[in-house]
């Protein structure tokens, strides 16, 4: 692909079941992160464009709730195919436009479609339940409830630029086979990775009209979308402060919000160190850090933390780091801005007596991994989320301790617990105030059909393929009166 204009390509919006240019006549430019230019542009969506969007997927829902469960899964697993049909295509979009290693892009492509087939099952699984009117004291015996599952409507799905297949996946399959219409607004750095899997939807031949893909400023269509009286769930995942600004603009709506996460990693005196430093690498640095569930601090015991340290340090100095394109673990960050973020927090850490073990280079929006050991609790390291390649030490005396420290946090998606004492994980799993506790492994998402959820500034409400299926449809009652 050459670095003229003339060349590059113009992505169309996803509206009411057409490819087509925004009425706007604008378009937004999408850098690279790694190329650092421009590789396309794509539609800057209107304000008009989402009310007929929003109408027509209204529609279109009604229509699609009364197909059986079994005729909307076969869309959703004709939608799967495609992807992996297509799966070097999209990774390759993945790759060029948020910076993830080609390897790691294919993965998610790929575990993006296990995730669709297995919410289709999971779909066909749940069953509607009844309930005898005297199975409660007193209660009359001719009266039968039934429950059912219905649809909500019509979903917004609002995805990241960090997992941009399988994070907007997420949301849209659930969302589908409830029984709802989709209208999907991916981050705009992220919507040509977006609109690379809506085409192998569309191929698919869902319904028109049923999904529309609105990418454009957030400034004018962001805010727009969330208080719209058409949208009747929202499923966001992002930084916790728009979040915060979407629980307050969204009103009497369903919301579930994946938000930011501090991630400790505890480590007790008698860890297993070859375990502790395998997970932390991995968790810490793969994809730069850019992961709302990545190691973001290690609480250490002082008794085994020069010993972790130097560990980790030797770890640090063997990471790959470069391009995306030869698979390097670290690679450039989003965007200048990240990195600018990234580089103030080493700096205000240094600044204040951390100490430097590795890292702290830069280049451009590529910060070189980065190892800081005697991190105190004054330290803006110690409590803010980097999304980035830099990993803080804080030493700790007792697990008490580190579990204080742990829960001062605002944020409590997941943590980390390394020890070789079972009871001791149990216990101190028990007092950390988080979504998840992994026992000697790292902090991640998955496997796709566990529960995902954060708790205080980390996000509301759970995902998980059955608990999205759940929050994306209501209950109904019906009320059977015998003679």
Same mark, same amino acid.
Not at 5 to 15: D, N, R
Not at 121 to 131: F, I, P, R, V, Y
Not at 253 to 266: M, S, T
Not at 384 to 390: A, C, D, M, R
């Given at each position: 692909?050459?670095?003229?204009?003339?060349?590059?390509?113009?992505?169309?919006?996803?509206?009411?079941?057409?490819?087509?240019?925004?009425?706007?006549?604008?378009?937004?430019?999408?850098?690279?992160?790694?190329?650092?230019?421009?590789?396309?542009?794509?539609?800057?969506?209107?304000?008009?464009?989402?009310?007929?969007?929003?109408?027509?997927?209204?529609?279109?829902?009604?229509?699609?709730?009364?197909?059986?469960?079994?005729?909307?899964?076969?869309?959703?697993?004709?939608?799967?195919?495609?992807?992996?049909?297509?799966?070097?295509?999209?990774?390759?979009?993945?790759?060029?436009?948020?910076?993830?290693?080609?390897?790691?892009?294919?993965?998610?492509?790929?575990?993006?479609?296990?995730?669709?087939?297995?919410?289709?099952?999971?779909?066909?699984?749940?069953?509607?339940?009844?309930?005898?009117?005297?199975?409660?004291?007193?209660?009359?015996?001719?009266?039968?409830?039934?429950?059912?599952?219905?649809?909500?409507?019509?979903?917004?799905?609002?995805?990241?630029?960090?997992?941009?297949?399988? %994070?907007?996946?997420? /949301?849209? +399959?659930?969302? *589908?086979? !409830?029984?709802?219409?989709?209208?999907?607004?991916?981050?705009?750095? $992220?919507?040509?990775?977006?609109?690379?899997?809506?085409?192998?939807?569309?191929?698919?031949?869902?319904?028109?009209?049923?999904?529309?893909?609105?990418?454009?400023?957030?400034?004018?269509?962001?805010?727009?979308?969330?208080?719209?009286?058409?949208?009747?769930?929202?499923?966001?995942?992002?930084?916790?402060?728009?979040?915060?600004?979407?629980?307050?603009?969204?009103?009497?709506?369903?919301?579930?919000?994946?938000?930011?996460?501090?991630?400790?990693?505890?480590?007790?005196?008698?860890?297993?160190?070859?375990?502790?430093?395998?997970?932390?690498?991995?968790?810490?640095?793969?994809?730069?850090?850019?992961?709302?569930?990545?190691?973001?601090?290690? %609480?250490?015991?002082? /008794?085994? +933390?020069?010993? *972790?340290? !130097?560990?980790?340090?030797?770890?640090?100095?063997?990471?790959?780091? $470069?391009?995306?394109?030869?698979?390097?673990?670290?690679?450039?960050?989003?965007?200048?801005?990240?990195?600018?973020?990234?580089?103030?927090?080493?700096?205000?850490?240094?600044?204040?007596?951390?100490?430097?073990?590795?890292?702290?280079?830069?280049?451009?929006?590529?910060?070189?991994?980065?190892?800081?050991?005697?991190?105190?609790?004054?330290?803006?390291?110690?409590?803010?989320?980097?999304?980035?390649?830099?990993?803080?030490?804080?030493?700790?005396?007792?697990?008490?301790?580190?579990?204080?420290?742990?829960?001062?946090?605002?944020?409590?998606?997941?943590?980390?617990?390394?020890?070789?004492?079972?009871?001791?994980?149990?216990?101190?799993?028990?007092?950390?105030?988080?979504?998840?506790?992994?026992?000697?492994?790292?902090?991640?998402?998955?496997?796709?059909?566990?529960?995902?959820? $954060?708790?205080?500034?980390?996000?509301?409400?759970?995902?998980?393929?059955?608990?999205?299926?759940?929050?994306?449809?209501?209950?109904?009652?019906?009320?059977?009166?015998?003679?």
């Amino acid at each position: 692909m050459g670095s003229n204009v003339s060349e590059l390509t113009t992505y169309l919006a996803y509206l009411n079941g057409e490819w087509q240019q925004s009425e706007s006549g604008e378009k937004i430019a999408i850098q690279s992160p790694y190329l650092r230019r421009t590789i396309g542009y794509v539609q800057a969506v209107t304000q008009n464009e989402v009310d007929q969007a929003i109408k027509n997927a209204h529609q279109a829902q009604k229509e699609w709730a009364g197909l059986s469960l079994s005729k909307r899964g076969s869309y959703l697993l004709a939608w799967a195919d495609e992807l992996v049909n297509n799966q070097e295509e999209i990774a390759l979009a993945v790759m060029h436009e948020v910076g993830k290693g080609y390897k790691d892009s294919v993965k998610e492509v790929v575990r993006t479609a296990d995730l669709i087939r297995y919410t289709v099952e999971e779909a066909l699984h749940m069953h509607g339940e009844s309930l005898r009117g005297d199975g409660f004291p007193g209660g009359p015996q001719k009266k039968i409830g039934i429950v059912e599952r219905m649809p909500l409507g019509v979903v917004l799905a609002i995805s990241p630029f960090n997992y941009p297949v399988n %994070l907007a996946a997420s /949301k849209i +399959a659930p969302a *589908l086979m !409830a029984g709802n219409a989709v209208i999907f607004k991916p981050a705009t750095q $992220g919507s040509i990775s977006g609109i690379k899997m809506i085409e192998a939807l569309d191929k698919a031949g869902l319904p028109k009209g049923l999904l529309s893909l609105t990418t454009g400023r957030g400034s004018v269509i962001g805010d727009y979308l969330v208080e719209h009286k058409g949208i009747d769930m929202i499923s966001f995942t992002g930084g916790s402060s728009t979040g915060r600004h979407l629980s307050k603009q969204s009103a009497m709506i369903p919301l579930v919000l994946e938000l930011g996460g501090k991630d400790p990693a505890i480590v007790c005196d008698d860890a297993d160190l070859d375990v502790a430093v395998s997970s932390i690498m991995n968790g810490a640095f793969s994809y730069s850090g850019q992961r709302c569930t990545a190691i973001k601090r290690v %609480l250490v015991n002082e /008794k085994v +933390a020069d010993e *972790l340290v !130097a560990r980790l340090k030797e770890a640090v100095e063997k990471l790959s780091v $470069g391009s995306p394109e030869e698979d390097s673990t670290v690679v450039p960050l989003i965007d200048d801005k990240s990195a600018d973020f990234v580089q103030s927090l080493i700096d205000d850490a240094l600044a204040k007596q951390a100490t430097l073990v590795a890292g702290n280079k830069r280049k451009d929006n590529l910060i070189y991994p980065t190892l800081l050991d005697h991190v105190t609790e004054e330290m803006d390291v110690a409590w803010i989320e980097p999304f980035g390649p830099v990993l803080p030490i804080i030493r700790v005396k007792s697990d008490e301790e580190a579990i204080a420290i742990a829960n001062k946090s605002e944020f409590g998606l997941q943590a980390s617990i390394f020890t070789q004492d079972v009871d001791r994980a149990f216990a101190v799993a028990k007092e950390v105030e988080a979504g998840t506790v992994q026992i000697n492994g790292r902090t991640e998402r998955g496997p796709d059909h566990f529960p995902f959820l $954060g708790v205080k500034a980390s996000g509301m409400g759970v995902q998980g393929i059955h608990n999205s299926l759940v929050s994306m449809s209501r209950q109904r009652v019906t009320v059977l009166n015998l003679k």
